[in-house]
């Protein structure tokens, strides 16, 4: 995404330096080589920084979906960064920066002056790449699989210090949801504000979700839990409903246990007043991120690129108020149905087997198989 702000007076000046540096960047070596360096930088913070949070979102897209889609690897391997020169950035530009995947969007300026705009510096310009004809470009359709991706590594040590970070292991249990062009999107949105979470160190406060239902029945009552948030990653034709789990090493089965217990609770009853506060909390939280201008025009763009149209913030808040308990029930039901994705960071030598994990997510009340060892 490119932007910027600016008075509306300058319009078509605007206009021109955001078409000059989307169809004709120059691309120097000096630049090129930067990024690489930046990138480099970037690979390497991912491996030691204490939070772990983006290293499992690659992996848990990994096991949800293996080898096609979304699960391929969206960081660059640390080998091919040397690949990258202006003949291949060149080439992504030919294919992708094209007008059937573009969008200008503008807030505060009148339509007619930006599409006028658009005619004169979009319209009919040679880009830098040339104008030969793009390739058809990959339309592959996610393929859910479910699996499990694991990382054994050393935790005990990433951040060093007088008051050095706890060693953690770190799971991520997810199924699958929904796209975001279908009607169950809403309800989806509404359960994952409703399971909420945090870290156990987290500030309270209005609006902090210190009543969802990760804080009320995991943080709260577990206090060996360092962190337990569920997120939603929603896509053009797929989806995925996950939480994310922190804890010690030796306390990774009753941490697992407990976030399938929370799974096996999402199709079970639905209080009235946490389903109203979830709905009511993300109402605010849309409403006050439309607050700002450069979000406003953000939103225009993306929901225009991804269905063409786009919903206003009142038909949106209509939607979110439409969901009743047993919407939740029925779209927590149907994702239970699915095989689980599983991402596993840490010493994991007490780690349940996949196939426990699964049996749990099929069980009545969430619970793991029992296992027997004769020797210890």
Request: overall charge negative; proline content about 5%; hydrophobic content about 40%.
């Amino acid at each position: 995404m490119y932007a910027v702000s600016a008075d509306s007076k300058g319009l078509d000046t605007v206009v021109g330096l955001l078409a000059d540096v989307v169809l004709h960047p120059r691309l120097t070596d000096e630049e090129i080589e930067m990024a690489r360096m930046a990138i480099q930088f970037e690979l390497e913070d991912l491996n030691m920084r204490p939070d772990p949070e983006p290293l499992l979102t690659e992996m848990i897209h990994e096991a949800a979906y293996r080898e096609n889609t979304v699960g391929l690897h969206r960081f660059c391997p640390t080998e091919n960064i040397v690949k990258i020169d202006r003949e291949m950035l060149h080439s992504y530009l030919q294919n992708y920066y094209t007008p059937e995947r573009m969008v200008l969007a503008g807030v505060g300026v009148e339509h007619d002056d930006l599409v006028e705009c658009a005619r004169k510096h979009l319209v009919g310009i040679r880009p830098a790449w040339g104008s030969q004809t793009a390739v058809d470009v990959d339309r592959s359709v996610a393929q859910y699989t479910g699996g499990i991706v694991k990382l054994e590594r050393d935790m005990s040590n990433v951040s060093p210090g007088p008051a050095p970070f706890p060693e953690l292991t770190h799971i991520m249990i997810g199924l699958e949801s929904c796209s975001f062009l279908e009607g169950d999107f809403i309800p989806f949105a509404v359960l994952n504000m409703m399971m909420g979470g945090g870290g156990s160190f987290s500030a309270g406060g209005p609006g902090k979700g210190m009543f969802t239902r990760l804080y009320l029945n995991v943080l709260n009552r577990h206090h060996w839990m360092y962190n337990a948030t569920a997120y939603h990653h929603s896509y053009e034709d797929t989806g995925l409903l996950c939480i994310h789990a922190s804890a010690d090493p030796r306390q990774v089965r009753e941490m697992v246990e407990i976030i399938t217990k929370e799974f096996i609770s999402m199709a079970g009853t639905v209080d009235v007043v946490e389903l109203e506060r979830a709905k009511t909390q993300l109402m605010s939280m849309l409403m006050m991120n439309l607050e700002s201008r450069p979000v406003i025009f953000e939103d225009v763009g993306r929901q225009v690129l991804a269905t063409r149209s786009r919903k206003l913030p009142h038909e949106l808040c209509a939607l979110i108020r439409d969901v009743k308990p047993e919407d939740v029930r029925r779209v927590s039901s149907k994702m239970l149905r699915g095989k689980p994705a599983v991402a596993a960071l840490g010493n994991l030598a007490d780690l349940p087997s996949y196939e426990h994990i699964q049996a749990a997510l099929s069980s009545r009340d969430g619970r793991l198989p029992r296992t027997y060892r004769l020797f210890r």
